[in-house]
C-alpha cells in the first residue's frame, strides 16, 4: 500500500522553476531586442538568495539545510558583482556568526522524527 507523502503550496521546485522562466523571458526579450541581457543578468546571485530563502520556508529554518549556505553566497556574489568588496571587507564575520548560530540552535532544538503508527496504536480501549 503506497502513501502518497501531501505536496506543499510553496516549494524550492517552483522557486527554480520561476526563475527557469525568468530567465528563459529574459533571453527571448534580448532576441528580440527589447532588453539587454547584460545589464539584467548581473542579478543573477539573487536567484541564490531566492532558492535559499525558499528552501528555508519550505523545510524549516532549522531543516533548510544549505539554504543558509545559497543566501550567504548569493550575498556574496551579487555584492562582488555590484562592487561592493568594501561591504565584503566589513561585514563577513557576519557570516561565520550566522552560521554559528544555525549550528548552535540546531544542537540546542533537534528536530523529532514522526512517531511511527502502529497497528496496535490506532485500536480503542473500549
Do not use: C
Amino acid at each position: 500500500m503506497s502513501h502518497d507523502k501531501p505536496t506543499k503550496g510553496f516549494t524550492t521546485k517552483i522557486v527554480f522553476g520561476v526563475l527557469l522562466v525568468i530567465f528563459g523571458g529574459l533571453l527571448l526579450l534580448h532576441n528580440l531586442r527589447v532588453v539587454e541581457v547584460n545589464q539584467a543578468l548581473r542579478y543573477w546571485p539573487l536567484a541564490l538568495v531566492a532558492l535559499g530563502v525558499a528552501r528555508l520556508i519550505s523545510r524549516g529554518f532549522l531543516l533548510g539545510k544549505g539554504g543558509h549556505v545559497l543566501i550567504l553566497l548569493g550575498v556574496f556574489f551579487q555584492l562582488l558583482i555590484l562592487g561592493r568588496e568594501d561591504i565584503i571587507d566589513r561585514w563577513w564575520p557576519m557570516a561565520v556568526v550566522w552560521m554559528g548560530l544555525v549550528i548552535t540552535l540546531r544542537a540546542l532544538w533537534p528536530t523529532r522524527k514522526p512517531l511511527a503508527v502502529t497497528p496496535d496504536s490506532n485500536e480503542s480501549l473500549s
